[in-house]
């Protein structure tokens, strides 16, 4: 068997795995957390289905990822694609670049919370609107500038 294939079969395996930990954290958050996380309970369940989506995303592009050196280049077989390349890779773009502003809103939430910030972490719809919203607008801006001033050019060519 190929190291090419045994790297798929082991990419497979734990993207199977992420679905399945995820989901069962989604159910313990909803199901079994107690009352008292308040909003940090909602911020837990919006960051789970936005994982979920996110490993999914895997499936759907049937995407290789190739490093050398500091550089990684993402390739996408488009026979086994459910979406277009340019779909699939302004999803990637918007996917990461909110993940990672999920993690910081993740993190100021519970620095608030721990320095007794009552205001911005009590359960209010217009704070909950904003702690999930912003990760998704900074989603938004990530992909459109990747996708502006990180596009195919010549030295992307080269690299190819």
Not at 16 to 36: A, D, E
Not at 57 to 69: C, E, G, P, R, V
Not at 75 to 80: E, G, V
Request: hydrophobic residues 50%; aromatic residues 20%.
């Amino acid at each position: 068997m190929s190291l090419k294939v045994v790297v798929k079969k082991i990419e497979e395996v734990c993207g199977v795995l992420s679905l399945f930990t995820i989901s069962v954290l989604l159910y313990l958050i909803i199901f079994k957390s107690p009352q008292r996380l308040g909003v940090y309970k909602y911020l837990m369940i919006y960051l789970s289905i936005f994982e979920l989506i996110y490993a999914s995303l895997n499936f759907w592009a049937h995407s290789q990822i190739y490093t050398k050196d500091s550089g990684f280049l993402v390739a996408m077989d488009q026979k086994l694609m459910v979406f277009p390349v340019g779909m699939c890779n302004l999803l990637y773009f918007f996917m990461f670049g909110t993940s990672l502003a999920n993690f910081g809103v993740h993190f100021i939430y519970r620095f608030l919370a721990v320095n007794g910030n009552k205001e911005w972490i009590c359960f209010n719809a217009t704070r909950v609107f904003i702690w999930i919203t912003c990760p998704l607008f900074l989603g938004i801006v990530y992909t459109i500038s990747t996708y502006m001033f990180f596009g195919m050019n010549e030295a992307t060519e080269q690299f190819m």
